[in-house]
């Protein structure tokens, strides 16, 4: 029998994001989003939460997705990823209602759609509710994070 995964769906142009719910600290409605000049248009700014300056990104752009900001909706609070300090979190922009449930048995790989980004995406998944998109973490991790980043020398 195999056992039963908790995620958070994050709907996109594509299908929805899959977010282990452990990876998850908190979805806030929408928050006041301030911009930063010169960084890369994925990044939308930053917001306060919890009296801590978090970046707020779209993965959506980043996955080659959407190609404009949109109506924020919502925004999903992630823990740091491994190997981060443990106050650098990053909030993942989102146009629809996240949705928390669990994936059960077996499921299908689906076939990668046109147009996404194949470097941020670990893994396609045929869910119920359509296409699942697991991001590739360590990718997402080495672009967000890298010295070409924070210097501003925005390249992918």
């Not at 600290?25 to 960084?39: F, N, Q």
């Not at 930053?46 to 980043?62: A, F, K």
Request: glycine fraction near 8%; include cysteine.
């Amino acid at each position: 029998m195999n056992p039963s995964v908790p995620v958070l769906l994050v709907p996109t142009g594509a299908g929805s994001l899959v977010f282990p719910s452990a990876m998850v600290s908190e979805v806030l409605i929408k928050t006041d989003i301030h911009p930063v000049p010169g960084t890369r248009v994925w990044v939308l700014g930053y917001c306060i939460w919890r009296g801590v300056p978090v970046s707020v990104v779209s993965l959506d752009m980043l996955l080659g997705i959407e190609s404009g900001h949109g109506d924020v909706r919502r925004i999903v609070v992630m823990y740091p990823l491994p190997g981060r300090r443990p106050y650098d979190y990053i909030a993942v922009a989102t146009h629809s209602e996240p949705r928390a449930m669990y994936i059960e048995g077996e499921v299908q790989s689906a076939s990668k759609p046109t147009g996404l980004r194949q470097r941020y995406v670990a893994s396609l998944l045929e869910l119920p509710q359509g296409l699942g998109i697991i991001p590739d973490f360590q990718a997402l991790k080495a672009t967000y994070y890298s010295q070409e980043v924070n210097r501003g020398q925005y390249t992918y």
